[in-house]
């Protein structure tokens, strides 16, 4: 397990018997400043991980994400983000090639004055000449929601890990969920999706530019299976990929969903 400890904030790594945390080997980050840029995020194999690093003297200043296969005995970079990363990157695909989505920030603001949060999507993390970065924010999208909490704030999206080319994100520029199955190059409009999680209208879909949803999740295993958490309206659920939506039943108390386990 990889966690951030509340107290000094840093970054560790314990066994799955959580009977202690060391401190996580961070990677290197090329500037000379004590500094901890990002946390570890795990893919899918043993060991694996990657995390954000940023020399902070340099005039340019690009996220450089690193990769470890040796629990951060050492650490290679393998791609970087002119954009700042937003929150932590999602996983889809097999382990031998798995492709990643990441939020990151767009120029200026939303209609409601939302951070304008765009997406990337990255391939290639073992590939010899490094990983691809893609924009996965094409036509028909507007801006990433985001769920905030008391200490991290989460860019609201989710991707299908059997289907690296789907995804769903809560929209804040266009005030409805969307969906791409192209792996973003197109965006339609989650009809069912929005119209559940208003009620019909009834409810705003957003408010103090934050969506009404606030997590949405793929069944890792069956891959037709969605859930959808809200602010206040339960949890939607879809059997179909995501065509057609129904409120889970007794979800109705569940409130300010920050993640499911499937």
């Known amino acids: 397990l990889t966690l951030v400890a509340r107290s000094g904030c840093g970054n560790r790594i314990a066994p799955r018997t959580f009977d202690r945390a060391d401190?996580?080997?961070?990677?290197?980050?090329?500037?000379?400043?004590?500094?901890?840029?990002?946390?570890?995020?795990?893919l899918q194999r043993?060991?694996?991980?990657?995390q954000i690093t940023r020399d902070n003297g340099s005039a340019e200043n690009p996220w450089v994400f690193r990769l470890?296969?040796?629990?951060?005995?050492?650490?290679?970079?393998?791609?970087e983000l002119r954009d700042a990363p937003w929150g932590p990157f999602?996983?889809?695909?097999?382990p031998d090639?798995?492709?990643?989505y990441q939020a990151v920030m767009r120029p200026g603001r939303t209609d409601s004055g939302a951070t304008r949060l765009g997406l990337v999507r990255i391939e290639g993390v073992y590939r010899p000449g490094g990983a691809t970065v893609a924009a996965a924010d094409g036509a028909g999208f507007g801006a990433i929601g985001i769920f905030p909490t008391m200490f991290p704030w989460y860019p609201v999206f989710g991707v299908s890990p059997r289907e690296p080319d789907r995804v769903i994100v809560a929209d804040v520029q266009t005030n409805e969920a969307r969906m791409t199955t192209d792996g973003g190059r197109t965006w339609a409009p989650v009809a069912g999706l929005t119209s559940l999680v208003t009620a019909g209208g009834a409810r705003v879909f957003q408010r103090n530019t934050f969506p009404t949803i606030t997590h949405i999740a793929f069944d890792p295993i069956v891959r037709c299976h969605v859930l959808v958490g809200t602010w206040d309206g339960g949890i939607a659920q879809s059997t179909d990929r995501g065509s057609t939506w129904r409120l889970f039943p007794g979800s109705e108390g569940v409130w300010?969903?920050?993640s499911f386990y499937f």
């Not at 040796?70 to 970079?77: F, K, N, Q």
């Not at 999602?90 to 097999?94: I, L, P």
């Not at 090639?97 to 990643?100: A, I």
């Open 23 to 42: 401190v996580c080997p961070n990677p290197p980050d090329g500037d000379a400043l004590d500094d901890v840029d990002g946390n570890p995020i795990a």
């Open 46 to 50: 043993p060991g694996h991980y990657l």
């Open 68 to 79: 470890t296969t040796d629990y951060g005995a050492s650490w290679r970079p393998v791609f």
């Open 90 to 94: 999602q996983v889809a695909g097999g």
């Open 97 to 100: 090639d798995p492709v990643l």
């Open 256 to 258: 300010n969903v920050s």
